[in-house]
């Protein structure tokens, strides 16, 4: 048995697939499915879509309840429950904030006022989102609420890859949907698999190690899209209470039992700050987190073991 390593670009970002198989052959047949269920999830949450499910919910925001998929259906409601354990840190309604504000490239000066930027994010709310669980729809409250995904999607597709991959026979394997990943089994001489946390300043050069087995991990900061004004960087991640961007953190890494949910708690843990993210990190069962602030000072969960 080896491990063999597949990369291509989907859902925007860089898909990785790593599997333990008995021969090349093998694997890209089972990379095939791979990519065919990242297809698949796109075609459902994608915005760039008219016919997504994300697409009608948002067209009808404000007017009508749209009918969904059960898959989709079911990954709403647990954002939203995510929503309320984050205080709403964490918002799939995210989508309604003004991107005529945040374009993140070298033409932006300034920021825009606290006023301009409270007023961006009026429609971000996600108590607003009304769920039928009989009927299986979906109601945006206010016209020109739009649903997102990106700050799950990476993770739930990850997810979704790997069932399909154990379903198919693979023991051993890890998906990296562009740093949100999901690992399981062992590698060919049966250690764990040595994943890396990356570094802050310099994304592709890890700062330290973790081995994990059957866990999921994801990182979000502020190496992937910034902007810098007047010599100080501002991350591409908005509060969604504010409009402003996050500041004081350069990076957050969450370990979790999934790699939906590992995706979904690093950005909240951004907006809702060092002390009380890494409070509701600690509530949560089998979930950890490392966070990396401005002056690159490090901060973990109580049962974090660093190499």
């Known amino acids: 048995m080896e491990t063999f390593t597949h990369s291509e670009k989907l859902m925007g970002n860089m898909f990785t697939f790593s599997m333990v198989t008995a ?3 093998a694997f890209k047949e089972l990379v095939a499915a791979a990519v065919a269920e990242v297809k698949r999830i796109e075609k459902i949450l994608t ?4 016919t997504s499910e994300t697409a009608q919910i948002n067209a009808q925001a404000g007017i009508a309840a749209v009918c969904v998929s059960d898959e ?7 954002s939203l429950f995510l929503s309320e354990i ?3 840190a964490f918002d799939i309604t995210y989508g309604g904030i003004d991107k005529s504000l945040w374009n993140f490239d070298r033409t932006m000066t300034s920021l825009p006022s606290p006023e301009k930027a409270l007023q961006s994010v009026h429609l971000v709310n996600y108590k607003n989102v009304i769920l039928n669980e009989s009927e299986k729809t979906v109601f945006l409250k206010e016209k020109g609420m ?3 995904f990106g700050g799950i999607g990476k993770g739930f597709a990850a997810e979704k890859v790997k069932l399909v991959l154990q379903k198919a026979g693979v023991t051993d394997g890890i998906v990296n949907a562009s740093g949100d990943l999901c690992a399981w089994g062992t590698q060919p001489n049966g250690n764990p ?3 890396g946390i990356a570094h802050p300043d310099l994304r592709d050069a890890p700062f330290s ?3 994990i087995s059957n866990r999921a991990i994801a990182t979000s900061g502020t190496y992937e899209k910034f902007i810098t004004i007047n010599g100080k960087r501002y991350s591409h991640t908005i509060n969604p209470k504010t409009g402003l961007p996050v500041q004081g953190i350069k990076s957050v890494t969450i370990i979790a039992p999934n790699a939906e949910l590992a995706d979904a708690l690093a950005t909240p843990v951004s907006v809702m700050g060092i002390k009380s993210g890494l409070y509701l990190i600690e509530q949560i069962p ?3 987190a490392i966070v990396i602030d401005d002056q690159n000072n490090l901060f973990k969960t109580s049962q974090i073991q660093l190499k």
């Open 23 to 25: 021969s090349e052959a």
């Open 47 to 50: 915005t760039y879509s008219e």
């Open 72 to 78: 989709t259906f079911d990954l709403i409601q647990r």
């Open 86 to 88: 984050t205080q709403g």
């Open 146 to 148: 739009r649903l997102g």
């Open 193 to 195: 698999w040595t994943v």
């Open 209 to 211: 190690y973790l081995s």
């Open 286 to 288: 089998e979930v950890h």
